[in-house]
Nanobody, 126 residues
Framework: QVQLVESGGGLVQAGGSLRLSCAAS????????VGWFRQTPGKEREFVAG????????YYSDSVKGRFTISRENVKNTVYLQMNSLKPEDTAVYYC???????????????????WGQGTQVTVSS
């Protein structure tokens, strides 16, 4: 089974950028579709971006479209989330998740994913 570990979170001013990494161990990440989700206290986990197994399909929530980019680098067994033009409302704990499901597209619901990282905090100050 795969283990996922997020990194790259931190404190940034509005308008700034961060790149989150989701590193896989135990299995090759190319065998998994990967999604990024975020959660704030008292709210449900929210889909942010996803990428298919092949990397040929990506999908973004409306709130981050045009600002965030998801990509995968299978040689490094890692999926990235590049976050630009950050806003205070992007503040959350960000999680990556993986599924070996054979669906060729992007899965957007948390229940579609089998494996989760521990999360990394992103805080955007105004």
């Amino acid at each position: 089974q795969v283990q996922l570990v997020e990194s790259g979170g931190g404190l940034v001013q509005a308008g700034g950028s961060l790149r989150l990494s989701c590193a896989a161990s135990g299995r090759t990440i190319s065998s998994y579709a990967v999604g990024w989700f975020r959660q704030t206290p008292g709210k449900e986990r929210e889909f942010v971006a996803g990428i298919s197994k092949s990397g040929g399909s990506t999908y973004y929530s409306d709130s981050v479209k045009g600002r965030f980019t998801i990509s995968r680098e299978n040689v490094k067994n890692t999926v990235y989330l590049q976050m630009n033009s950050l806003k205070p409302e992007d503040t959350a704990v960000y999680y990556c998740a993986g599924t070996p499901a054979t669906y060729g597209g992007v899965l957007v619901t948390p229940t579609s994913y089998d494996y989760w990282g521990q999360g990394t905090q992103v805080t955007v100050s105004s």
